[in-house]
């Protein structure tokens, strides 16, 4: 299994709902990571978890807040976002370790903020 | 992580051998060249990495020049589902800790033509 599969694929949110991204991997990595994407940019990375802990957080805004229940897991809580939110959120993971070093990323969740 | 750059937009046509170059002139020595694809809407995918020899694979070759200031990616039969926006990355492959991010930068649209 290579897949990291990332749910809900499409997400609407008002600016003050509580809402979740989830990511899941079985691969067995060790480090899995955040990133955000808007139209036409490249990905840019907001936060990084090695071994269950958090060892990047990129300047992200506190209206998000990641959480690796377990090395499989990573979940994005979403509260109180802006419009200017909106925007494909992938998670991706790699082993870690003395790996080669590719991250696998999932499909996204498309994120819309109204 | 070193810089590179690599041309917005690239055309080729169906079955051509297309040849995407890119440049990191400011590479030090133990920084390798990665490379990943995004194909539209969804998550980047790894194509290929190499350090100072030319490297194959079963989808790219990478043909990294002697001095290691630029490289190029190599999809020697290119086909309609080659389109994408292809990412040159350099980076380090080990660090002291067990995640090593991926920074993107702008990246080359590719676009095959039938």
């Known amino acids: 299994d290579t897949e990291v599969t990332q749910t809900p694929k499409h997400l609407v949110m008002g600016m003050t709902n509580k809402k979740s991204l989830k990511c899941e991997q079985h691969?067995?990595?060790?480090?899995m990571y955040w990133y955000k994407q808007k139209a036409k940019k490249p990905p840019e990375l907001m936060f990084v978890?090695?071994?269950?802990?958090?060892?990047i957080n990129e300047s992200v805004p506190s209206r998000f807040s990641p959480e690796c229940p377990n090395s499989s897991l990573l979940n994005l809580h979403l509260h109180a976002l802006q419009p200017e939110d909106s925007a494909l959120y992938l998670c991706?993971?790699?082993?870690?370790?003395?790996?080669?070093?590719?991250?696998?990323f999932g499909e996204g969740s498309r994120l819309t903020v109204l | 992580d070193a810089k590179t750059t690599q041309p917005p937009s690239m055309d080729c046509a169906e079955g051509r051998a297309a040849n995407l170059p890119c440049n990191h002139s400011?590479?030090?020595?133990?920084?390798?060249v990665y490379w990943y694809r995004q194909i539209h809407s969804q998550g980047p995918q790894y194509i290929i990495h190499?350090?100072?020899n030319n490297e194959t694979n079963e989808m790219a070759s990478l043909i990294i020049t002697e001095d290691r200031k630029s490289s190029t990616l190599i999809l020697p039969h290119a086909t309609l589902r080659d389109t994408a926006v292809y990412y040159c990355?350099?980076?380090?492959?080990?660090?002291?800790?067990?995640?090593?991010?991926?920074?993107f930068g702008s990246g080359t649209q590719l676009t095959v033509l039938p």
């Open positions: 991706a993971s790699s082993q870690g370790g003395q790996g080669t070093g590719e991250l696998f």
């Open positions: 691969m067995g990595h060790r480090a």
């Open positions: 978890y090695s071994y269950e802990k958090l060892s």
């Open positions: 400011t590479i030090s020595g133990n920084e390798y």
């Open positions: 190499g350090l100072k």
């Open positions: 990355i350099v980076r380090v492959l080990r660090t002291s800790g067990s995640a090593r991010q991926l920074t």
